[in-house]
């Protein structure tokens, strides 16, 4: 079970995630919410959207958005190498694709491992953060996936 924060935010609950590289950090989302791993294949573009919203792709028969989070995070380049991946995320109501620079390993988190992030800023992104976890040497910002995409648009222009 998630614990709160001291402002309020549910901190990241123990267990398995996958962590990812993006703009040289490390992430890691709950691997219960990953439907899939495909490598990058350029999406099909969409008039009126943001510039991180790079299109969408056809996966087998769904329509699926693709998001490139180094845009969305500000990284300073955002190229396509080969080991650039989209995590396909199951939101429940929808899928989503997000683009990393790379998907390095699952780990599991028990609950002591779990801190939280201290307060930045009030930004949806910041909001989005729901906790650290030190791992070996590197530090693994943890994201809630729901939170960072919940203000993606569904492509059909449904509600979500």
């Known amino acids: 079970m998630a614990a709160p924060a001291a402002d309020g935010r549910t901190l990241a609950a123990p267990g398995q995630y ?33 510039g991180f919203l790079l299109g969408v792709v056809n996966l087998r028969g769904v329509v699926v958005p693709i998001i490139d989070l180094r845009l969305r995070f500000a990284c300073p380049s955002a190229e396509i190498t080969p080991s650039t991946v989209v995590i396909v995320i199951d939101l429940g109501d929808r899928v989503v694709g997000v683009v990393v620079d790379a998907v390095r390993d699952v780990v599991t988190l028990e609950a002591d491992m779990v801190r939280a992030a201290p307060g930045m800023s009030a930004t949806l992104d910041a909001n989005a953060i729901s906790g650290l ?28």
């Open 133 to 160: 976890a030190q791992v070996g040497e590197r530090m693994l910002i943890l994201l809630d996936i729901e939170a960072l995409l919940g203000d993606v648009a569904p492509v059909d222009g449904s509600a979500a």
């Open 18 to 50: 996958l962590s990812f590289a993006l703009g040289g950090e490390s992430y890691g989302i709950d691997i219960m919410k990953v439907q899939e791993i495909r490598s990058y294949e350029t999406p099909t573009r969409m008039p009126n959207t943001t």
